[in-house]
Each structure stands twice: as C-alpha cells, then as structure tokens.
C-alpha cells in the first residue's frame, strides 16, 4: 500500500508536487497522467524515495520514507521495480548483464538468476539481444531492456515511467498484457503514461496529475 | 568494453609512474646516503712500527690487520716514503729538515677503518690488541670525523625524510585522484547500480580489488622498470665514462619490497578515498 | 556546474604536484651539484710572507685578496699557528722541530680559490700579480683535484640529466593521461557538439587554451609551493639542529622559470596528446 | 533532395537496412514508420552520415556522401537538423546553451544567437526553463530542447526520430504544428515515428519500413 500525505516538493522555489494526498491499494493497477512537466516522474521518484519531499508523508506498505535510513531504504527498493523514463541502462554491461544485476544486487542464486533472466528477455521479446551492449540497441529495445530489469526480481510494486514511448503499437498491447498479468500475480502497478492507447478500453483508475496536484476531471 | 580497460591501464600507467619517480627518489637517497656514511664512518689509523722491526713481525702484524674485517690497509708508508711526504707537505720550507741528523720518521701502515657497527670501546680493544705485537711504537687515530659527520647526516636525513614523506603524499595525492577520475567517468553506472537496489558493500568491493590489484601489479612493474633503468644507468656509465668514482647499488631488499608494499597500500587507500566520495554522496 | 570544476582541479592539482616533484628533484640535484661543485672547484692557495714583512704590506695584500671576486681568505696562519699546526701535524714525531734553531716557518694566508669560471692561465697572471706585492716570499697551490673531480661530476651530471629527463617524460605521461581522463569524462559532450556541426578547430582551442592555463597556473603554484617548502625545511633545519654544515640555496631564477615553462608545456602538449584521442577518432 | 541507392548496413551480420532505395525530394514531408528494430534510426543516421552503409550510395542534395571529407561532411551537417531519439543534450550546459550551441559552432552573431534561441525556446513551451540544466528538466522538456536545438538553425532537413514519445497529447499536435511551419518555409522534414496520432488526419507520405526495407501496404 503506497500513501501520500500532504507531500510538497519544490524545485529551486517552483513546486513540482503541490499537497498532494495520494492512497493506492496494494494489487491496485493505476495511471498517472498529466501533460508534460506536471509531476509524474517526481511522483513516482517520491515514492521510489530517490527523491525527498519537502514536507509531507510518505507510506510504503507502513513504512515511513523519512524515518528509515540508507541502507534500510536500499533493501525496501529491492521490492520496488522502477521503469525509468530515460531507461538508466549500464552501458558497459551486455543486456544480460543489465537484467540480471537486479538479481544479483540481492544475492540470487546464478542458477536462478540464469533462468530468471533468460526467461524475462523472452518475454520482452529480447531473446536474440542478450549478448549486445545498450548503445547497440534501437530505441524501443532499450526501454524493453530497462522492462525486464524491473519486472525480473518479480517485484511488490511496479513503477512505470513512460514505459512505452519508444514502442510501436502492436509492441505497447504486449507490454500491457505483461502488466497486467503481472498485476494479476499480485503487485501493485503504477504506469506515468501520455499514451491514451494504453488506458483505452479500460476501467481502471487514473490519476491525472496537473502542476503538481489532482485534478477532478 | 575497450573503454574500460582504457580507464584501467591509465589508472595503473600513473601507479608505475607514481612508483617508479617513488623508487628513484628511494635508489638516489639510498645510494648519495651509502656513499656519505662510508666516507663518515671511516677512520684512517696510523700503525707506526719501530725502526728496528724485524720482517716476520712485521708481516704478523699486517696479518692481524687483514684478518681484521672492518680494518682494510690503505697503503704501507716506508720511512722514506714518510720523508718524501713530509717535505712534499712542508713544500718551500722542506728546509728545516735540512737540520735533522738523519730521517727521524718511523715507517706505517695506514688503515681504514670502517666504523659502521663498532663503538668506541670496540676500537680501544682493538687498539690495545694492536700495541701488544711487537715492533709497534705507537697506534694513532686521525682526527675524529665522526661527531662532525653526525650533524651532517642528520641533515641529510632530516632532508630525505621530509622529501621522502612528500613524495609520497604526492604519489598518494596522483593516484587517489586519478582512480577518482576514473570512478568518476563510472560516477553514473554507481549510481544506476544502487538505483537498483546494490548494497553500498555491493558496490564498493569490485572497486576495492581493482585498486588492491591494481596496487600490486603497479608496484611489481614499477620495481621493474626501476631495475632495468638501474641496470641500463649502470651499464651506461660503465661504458661512457670509464671512471667510476662512486659503486651505484641497487636498493636491497627491504627497500624494493616496501616500495611494492606502499604501491598496494596507496592502491587500497587511493581507492578507499575515491570510493567514499562516489558511493557515499 | 560543480562536476566540472571537480574535474578540473584535480587536473590543476595533478599538475601542481606532478610540477613540484619535479621542481623538487631540480632543487636537491641543484644544491647537491652546487655542494660537489664548491668543493671540487675550490682550489686553496698558500701566500707565505717574509718574516720580515710590514704591516701596512700585509695590509696592502690582504686587501689585494679580498678586491678579487673569485678568491676568498680563509685564514691568516701567524708564525706560531704554523709552528703549531706542523706540531699536531707530526703527532708522535714533533720532537723532530725540536732540532731547529727557531721556528723557521713562514706566516700565510690561506686562500680558496673559486674556479668556477677562470682558466688555468687566469691563475697563473693572478699568482704573477701577487708575487710582484712586496713582502711575499712564495705562492703555492694545494694539490690539484679538478682533474679527478671532473670525471665524478661528469658521472653526477650524467645520472642527473638521466633521471631528469626521465622524471619529466614521467610527469609528461601523468599530466598526459589525467587530462585524458578528464577529456574521457567529456568524450560524450566532445561527440554531441561534433553531430551538432562543431568543427575540430571550435571544440580543440578551448581545450588547448584550458591546457595551457592549467599548465600556467600549475607551474605558478608548484613554485611557491616548493619555495614554501623549501622556507619550512631551512627555518626547521636552523633551529633543529644548530650544526649547519651545507648552506641549502633555492633555485635560482633560471631553473624556476624552467619550471614555469616545463609546466606550461607539459599542460599544452598534454592537452593535444589527449584531446588528439577524442576529438580525431 | 535525399536519395539512397541500393543502401545495406549489417551490425554483426544482422542486417538493420536491406537493399532499400529511397528517394525524398526537396520540400517534401514524410513519416518513416514501423515496428520497434525496424530501421527507422539506422536510417535516419545513414542520411546523417553518422553511420556509413557497408554498400550502396546515399546523395543528399547531389553530394554523395561516400565521397566527401570529415570537414565537409560537418558543413552538410549544419543544414541538417536533427531530432535524437535520446535527445543527446550537453548536461553540463543550460537549456539556452544548449540550444545556442547550434548557432554558435556556425560562426552566427552573439546577438542573432540569443534572438534566435530566445524565439525558438518559446516556440517549444520553454521560454521559463532557459537557465535550467538538462537534467533538471522533465522528459518531455528535455524532448523539446532537442527539438529547439534541431530546428533553431533553420535548417535545410529536418531529421527528426520519434520526437513526440515523451509528450503528452496536446503538446504532440502543437509540435506537429511547429513542423508543419517549417515545412512550409521550404524544408524537408524526415520524421520516424510510431505515433498514429501524428499521422492522423495527413495525406503526407508514409515510408513503413519492416527489418531494413520499405514494405507495399
Ligand atoms: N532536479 C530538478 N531540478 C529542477 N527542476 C526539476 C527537477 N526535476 C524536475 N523538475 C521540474 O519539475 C517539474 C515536474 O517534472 P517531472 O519530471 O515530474 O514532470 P513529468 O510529469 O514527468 O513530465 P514529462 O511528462 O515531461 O516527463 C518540471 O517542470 C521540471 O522542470
Ligand atoms: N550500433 C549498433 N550495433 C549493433 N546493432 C545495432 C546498432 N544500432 C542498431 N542496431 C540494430 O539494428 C536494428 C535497427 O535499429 P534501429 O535503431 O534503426 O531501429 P528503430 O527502427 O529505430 O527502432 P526503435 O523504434 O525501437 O527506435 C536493431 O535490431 C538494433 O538492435
Ligand atoms: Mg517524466
Ligand atoms: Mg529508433
């Protein structure tokens, strides 16, 4: 379960988030939108705790994110697959290596971390791309590859950021039918998306985000 | 990828170099500090023999003074070459000797002695041991060095110390900021890595060994060049200049072995600060 | 932003120290040749007077000595200081003066000769002209080292030209790659502002123009640097130990400004090297 | 006027274009679209002359790009503006640096320099962020530095590799808008893109593009 409490975050005096007050159920499966520069990936950056709020609480399964310290924090991420806009992908590790770090950063088995991750990248349709390095990758692979890094360690929560941006229609339906039936495995799914192709067709909630605050649409 | 290794052979380029002006610095003090002390710490001592000294006597005693091991024989100083000496010495005025009956010098042998372990008792033994042989009138030690020398050394040393000790403030200061250089051209894959969830421990003990191996290799190569740039000195000079005043050692062992012992040392440490700075923040 | 200016002190840093290892081994390879130099080049000279020489004579000689540059009186020796020193001089064998009607020997003035600059035929007008004051009764020179003390100093200097030149490729190579590795933090932004239509020309002369100030400003430091070092080690010296034997001397002004030029060099070679990786491929 | 003959471009024996034979005239405006891996980039980096095709010719305006030098190929370069599907920002520079720089590296005066980028940062919504860094922007603002950055200069061709992944709805069309402005003033504008809502509602030519070569549709 992820709370916000009146949280306030400001960037050189302009506020990026704005007393936001935020509940989302574990399991829940959410879209935040928003136009560009409205405080999506500060939101989900909030909650990841790579950023700091000026002032407010923030809950992640009971946890207080200003109460715990660095190393505490390290391990509640373990829990947390993040999507980054900007795919933060290792650009001197093979895309193998990239997906299995996740793993290995929690001292999985090599066995497990094998197949784990062979079995990721086949479901990212990245198979034959193991063995390239990310710079040797098309656009829509990479943010593929940044995909499996999050969904690999099979996380409690999932944060997507723009997870589709560079991924052409057909591949967009693929990527959603993964969260979902990851989110049918019980993890709670956040998805910061402008793509209106991604939430047609269904009933779950959005939270549209303008300057830094809900708007009631 | 290539440019990693790139980043690596840099960082262990600047450790031999580091280590090798580290280590040549070391073989110049240790060698000008070698020549110093044996020019200080030797004493010449004359051995004058009675006139009348019979020819075994003589030899025993020059026996003695060869079986001695800090005792070397410089020269034998027969009367007349004593003579010849003293009116070279006395130049325009060779002619107050003129006046002598006949050559009232005595015959020596002149000794060096190398004082390095033996203390002042040691030598009045030996003195003493010296007087007992026959045909001996007196033993005499030149004028005494050794005070003097000391407050010189002790300069000496002082200088090489504080040197010493910069230098390695300034190879450490080379290394540790070319290894944070290096890091800091991998500052974003650190923080990616911990992004995903690495233990600061995780992150820190790959770096750690490369800077412990990068120590060891750096400090074996660099001892190395060193050894061959000695050898290449040495042969040189031998070769150019066919006088060769002064012995070029090499260091001995404990100098090289903690050369190579400080290269891992400052490879650690280097790494250990540069780390801190990139994983802590 | 901070992260360059982080990068771009420790490129300062690395040159300062890379510069003031340097300047250090000029400053202790300086003094060590001006000491053997001093040593090897003075040429002590005995002017004996007659017994009978007037004052005002000794006066007109010993003024003579001091007007010229290159001569420094080190003593006068009365009669009796003579009679003395040849006593010591015989140790065991001083009962030999004891034969003579009165002290025969002559008062002097010893002299040490600088022979930095002259030539033989210089010395030789010198002694002439001191000859032809009233009241001397001989000139005499002490036994000539030059000749074996050239062939140590060529030794001296040929190790250090050796090891100069080595340490300078040395600092060449460290100056070298930490500009590489800070030009290797860059190679991104050096390929974008390539894709974006900057040519060779407009993305090399800043990064030479950033070299070249380095260079200037790390030359600059590393010479007050080594000054404020080299202040520290004489101030604690004097008081330290009271026994000075060695008159420790700062480079003089054409080494410092070596210094200065070396590091201006070095910090614009080191930049072309460097930036030749990145901006050409 | 942009033409490649008979173009072929493998990375590690894979090809990423194939055979393809490509002619767009001056002041024309197309869509390179297809699936994730297609070749949309490879080949818009092809044009670019930052990739060099394993066979093949590529004449942009008449000159024929395997037969130039690295210093003339800069000068084409400054007619070409282009759209990087990784933006490619300077992160050590301000937004208005950044934008500046395209003019600065042609030898342009301080004064059109800062008249030019002033007008052009608002064109694209960023007049408030000009003193920012990169990385203190959003994704969709730092997409729309690498749009200012391309067409600041006016460029002859517009190169431009999914520009609108990290903009909203409203904005897309705004910048669609922006192109179709340049386009009238004389420029050849290249867009790839996987957004049907950009091509939405155009009669403009459309290259889909399948593993490397030009599919009939
Ligand atoms: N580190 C930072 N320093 C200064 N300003 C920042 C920083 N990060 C974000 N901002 C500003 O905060 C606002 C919100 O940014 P945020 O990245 O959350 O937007 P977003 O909703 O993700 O937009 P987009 O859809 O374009 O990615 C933007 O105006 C941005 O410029
Ligand atoms: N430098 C490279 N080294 C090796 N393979 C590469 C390199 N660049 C591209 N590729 C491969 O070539 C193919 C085409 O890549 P390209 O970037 O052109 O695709 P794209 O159409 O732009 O895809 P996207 O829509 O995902 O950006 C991909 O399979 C990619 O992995
Ligand atoms: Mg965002
Ligand atoms: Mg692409």
Redesign the pocket.
Known sequence: MIQLFHINKNFGGKPAILDLNLKIRAGEFVFVTGPSGAGKTTLLRLIFGSDIPDSGQILINGINLSRINRSKLTFLRRKIGFIFQDFRLLPKKTVFDNVALALEVVGERANNIKKSTRQTLKLVGLAE?EK?FP?????????RVAIARAIVKKPLILLADEPTG???PILTQDIMVLFRSIHLKGTTVVIATHNQELMNNTALRKIPLQKGNIIDC | MMNDSFVHLISLGTIIVSMLIFGTFLLLSFNIKTWLEDWGHSLTMAVYLEDDISLTNKDHIAAFLKSVPSAKIKRFISKDDAYRDLKIALGPHSDILEGLPNNPLPASFEVILDIHEANIDGFKKFQKKLESYKGIEEVQFSEDWSRRFEGMMNVVRYIGFTIGGCFCLCVLFIITNTIKLTLYSRSKEIEIMKLVGATDYFIRVPILIEGLIQGCLGGLLAILALYCGYLLLVTKKISFLSLAVLEFQFLPYEYWLSIFVISVILGLIGSMIAVGRFVNL
Do not use: C, F, R, T
């Open positions: 791309k390239a710079l040797q990758l098309s656009g829509g692979e990479q943010q560079n991924l052409d």
